[in-house]
């Protein structure tokens, strides 16, 4: 099984601010990762799938990247509404796994 | 609206059974490849199970392999997951999950329902 090591815990900015989050797997999983946002009561949504691919309707301030094992969501200037939970998940390997998560929070 | 409603969730005691549903609105639900996805309290996400769009392929999480079964029917646009002999760590939300690829699997999910929270405790 993959494992997924989101970091840090918790990111405390404000808005405007840049955010950039971790995710690190325990192997390779060839590019396929993606990336999700959840708030609280909501579902969660896709953002970020392959890498950096961005998702239907998803604002160009989010972006992807990464290779081999380390992988990263940046968000260029959080507006108020990205404060929110992201996590990683790989589909490079079975079983799919996802990461603890990464909570962005206002500062 | 697109979107996806869980129905089903409660408290039950360990050993017990519940059945899960999901209900899609808004797309071609029998063009869809589905997964059922749990969040535990306070952790992360878990993948559970996957079925295919004709129901011909089906795959569980090893978690819940032999208790748990997953199933469609793409005339009612449902989806289902019935849980047996469950226990205190099967305690989660459980989310359906769109596969993002359709009928062919990406292994991905781009659209997610708010989710059905299950608490198994005596």
């Known amino acids: 099984e993959t494992v997924l090591t989101q970091s840090p815990g918790t990111l405390s900015l404000s808005p405007g601010e840049r955010a950039t989050l971790s995710c690190r797997t325990s192997q390779s999983v060839n590019n396929y990762l993606a990336w999700y946002q959840q708030k609280p009561g909501q579902a969660p949504r896709l953002l970020i799938y392959g890498t950096s691919g961005r998702a239907t309707g998803i604002p160009d301030r989010f972006s992807g990247s990464g290779s081999g094992t380390d992988f990263t969501l940046t968000i260029s200037r959080l507006e108020p509404e990205d404060f929110a939970v992201y996590y990683c998940q790989q589909y490079g390997g079975s079983p799919l796994t996802f990461g603890g998560g990464t909570k962005v929070e206002i500062k | 609206e697109v979107q996806l409603v869980e129905s089903g969730g409660g408290l039950v005691q360990p050993g017990g059974s519940l059945r899960l549903s999901c209900v899609d609105s808004?797309?071609?639900?029998?063009?869809?490849?589905m997964h059922w996805v749990r969040q535990a309290p306070g952790k992360g996400l878990e993948w559970v199970s996957y079925?295919?769009?004709?129901?011909?392929?089906?795959y569980y999480a090893d978690s819940v392999k032999g208790r748990f079964t997953m199933s469609r029917d793409n005339a009612k646009n449902s989806l289902y997951l019935q849980m047996n002999s469950l226990r205190d760590d099967d305690t989660a939300v459980y989310y359906c999950?769109?596969?993002?690829?359709?009928?062919?699997?990406?292994?991905?999910?781009?659209?997610w329902g708010r989710g059905t929270l299950v608490t198994v405790s005596s």
């Open positions: 808004g797309f071609t639900f029998r063009s869809y490849d």
């Open positions: 999950a769109r596969e993002a690829g359709g009928s062919k699997p990406y292994w991905y999910f781009d659209l």
């Open positions: 079925i295919s769009y004709t129901s011909a392929t089906i």
